[in-house]
């Protein structure tokens, strides 16, 4: 450089052997997943009022009362056969029922923890109990969907990820309801499976062997899948922490526990039908624990048709069909007891949801805790 020039560069020239500055990075847009969760998305009112909810609660109703109507002459003493169901048993319906509660919430603690995210068992458990009500009120299993967003509301996860570990837990509960309800029938049917329970038994084998393909399929080829095809990547984006909350939700050292705790969660389905069709005290209903189990797992497998609330009338029916084909109860008396065990299941999730739905901060972002462990987003 020559002396009297300045030191600068002149506006008008580049000096090309200096050193390119650094361009200072754009902060990239937020993808959905990680957009804030506004209370007002999560309005469950909003939910209610939609021309398709109100449609999917009305049919099952009406299609209820055509049933009630049609059979008015058999079902006239189910309010008699209610009003006599025994108290005591009715409780210890009720009780194992909401035991299972606490259950839920802490396989949903581990299978998160698995993914990175640290929450208390009673956070976990209040957000499946407001999940149920939002299940038991809206067609399509959206309260899984709430769930989420309540978890990320509250926590500000990924959502995404916490879609795997639902997922997952989906899966868990899918393959015990089969291995659960068929070893319940073997033992139930010992003497040789109706036709119809047949049926069920290669329903469920097919249904554990889809689960088991799909889920080779996401490990080793979802992602190279998705990058073979013209994927926004977005989507990729999304698929990856889907990914990760399911395949990081389960260790092989945890499963054991995870299993153990999927257990126990259907056992107290099978013993709350139990104790419901012990509360009446009929003397030609006989099917036993491994009936109830069976007859619970089958009610509980349609509680996933989308097509209304809780599987209402779907549900229902089942039930009433398994206790009047396959172990001869009289329609009264299976009537009654679909009946009873609805109420526990599914209104009382309505009452006591509803009331903890008014007095939770957690539908309002207002649950927060302090984490022990902030969830990595990626």
Same mark, same amino acid.
């Given at each position: $450089?020559?002396?009297?020039?300045?030191?600068?560069?002149?506006?008008?020239? $580049?000096?090309? *052997?200096?050193?390119?500055?650094?361009?200072?990075?754009?902060?990239?847009?937020?993808?959905?997943?990680?957009?804030?969760?506004?209370? @007002?998305?999560?309005?469950?009112?909003?939910? /209610?009022?939609?021309?398709?909810?109100?449609?999917?609660?009305?049919?099952?109703?009406?299609?209820?009362?055509?049933? +009630?109507?049609?059979?008015?002459?058999?079902?006239?003493?189910?309010?008699?056969?209610?009003?006599?169901?025994?108290?005591?048993?009715?409780?210890?319906?009720?009780?194992?029922?909401?035991?299972? +509660?606490? /259950?839920?919430?802490?396989?949903?603690?581990?299978?998160?923890?698995?993914?990175?995210?640290?929450?208390?068992?009673?956070?976990?458990?209040?957000?499946?109990?407001?999940?149920?009500?939002?299940?038991?009120?809206?067609?399509?299993?959206?309260?899984?969907?709430?769930?989420?967003?309540?978890?990320?509301?509250?926590?500000?996860?990924?959502?995404?990820?916490?879609?795997?570990?639902? =997922? $997952?837990?989906?899966?868990?509960?899918?393959?015990?309801?089969?291995?659960?309800?068929?070893?319940?029938?073997?033992?139930?049917?010992?003497?040789?499976?109706?036709?119809?329970?047949?049926?069920? =038994?290669?329903?469920?084998?097919?249904?554990?062997?889809?689960?088991?393909?799909?889920?080779?399929?996401?490990?080793?080829?979802?992602?190279?899948?998705?990058?073979?095809?013209?994927?926004?990547?977005?989507?990729?984006?999304?698929?990856?922490?889907?990914?990760?909350?399911?395949?990081?939700?389960?260790?092989?050292?945890?499963?054991? /526990?995870?299993?153990?705790?999927?257990?126990?969660?259907?056992?107290? @389905?099978?013993?709350?039908?139990? +104790?419901?069709?012990?509360?009446?005290?009929?003397?030609?209903?006989?099917?036993?624990?491994?009936?109830?189990? =069976?007859?619970?797992?089958?009610?509980?497998?349609?509680?996933?048709?989308?097509?209304?609330?809780?599987?209402?009338?779907?549900?229902?029916?089942?039930?009433? =069909?398994?206790?009047?084909?396959?172990?001869?109860?009289?329609?009264?008396?299976? *009537?009654?007891?679909?009946?009873?065990?609805?109420?526990?299941?599914?209104?009382?999730?309505?009452?006591?949801?509803?009331?903890?739905?008014?007095?939770?901060?957690?539908?309002?972002?207002?649950?927060?805790?302090?984490?022990?462990?902030?969830?990595? @987003?990626?």
């Amino acid at each position: $450089m020559e002396d009297g020039q300045p030191t600068g560069v002149a506006s008008d020239q $580049m000096d090309l *052997t200096a050193p390119t500055p650094a361009i200072p990075a754009v902060p990239a847009k937020p993808a959905d997943d990680d957009a804030p969760v506004r209370p @007002e998305q999560l309005s469950i009112r909003r939910r /209610l009022l939609q021309p398709r909810t109100i449609l999917s609660i009305t049919v099952p109703l009406v299609i209820i009362a055509i049933f +009630f109507w049609l059979n008015g002459d058999r079902l006239v003493e189910v309010p008699k056969l209610l009003l006599q169901a025994d108290p005591r048993y009715v409780a210890l319906a009720f009780g194992i029922f909401y035991l299972g +509660f606490p /259950l839920r919430g802490y396989r949903w603690k581990l299978l998160l923890r698995g993914t990175g995210v640290d929450v208390s068992t009673r956070d976990s458990t209040e957000i499946i109990f407001l999940s149920w009500l939002v299940n038991c009120i809206v067609p399509a299993k959206l309260g899984d969907v709430y769930r989420a967003y309540l978890l990320k509301l509250n926590r500000d996860v990924s959502l995404s990820r916490t879609f795997g570990t639902v =997922f $997952m837990e989906r899966v868990l509960d899918v393959i015990a309801i089969a291995v659960l309800g068929m070893a319940a029938g073997f033992w139930s049917f010992r003497s040789g499976l109706p036709p119809e329970i047949q049926v069920v =038994f290669l329903i469920g084998v097919i249904v554990v062997g889809v689960l088991a393909v799909g889920l080779l399929t996401m490990r080793n080829f979802g992602r190279r899948i998705l990058n073979a095809l013209p994927t926004p990547h977005q989507v990729l984006d999304l698929y990856n922490r889907f990914e990760e909350g399911v395949f990081g939700a389960v260790a092989l050292r945890g499963l054991p /526990l995870l299993l153990f705790l999927t257990g126990l969660i259907w056992a107290t @389905e099978g013993l709350r039908l139990y +104790f419901v069709i012990a509360s009446f005290g009929f003397d030609d209903v006989s099917i036993g624990l491994s009936g109830a189990v =069976f007859v619970a797992l089958i009610g509980s497998l349609l509680t996933a048709v989308p097509l209304s609330p809780a599987g209402l009338g779907i549900a229902d029916a089942g039930i009433v =069909f398994v206790l009047t084909v396959a172990y001869g109860v009289p329609l009264p008396e299976a *009537t009654a007891i679909a009946l009873l065990d609805r109420v526990i299941s599914v209104f009382s999730i309505i009452l006591f949801g509803s009331i903890a739905h008014a007095i939770s901060g957690k539908p309002r972002g207002e649950g927060r805790a302090a984490p022990k462990q902030q969830a990595a @987003e990626a």
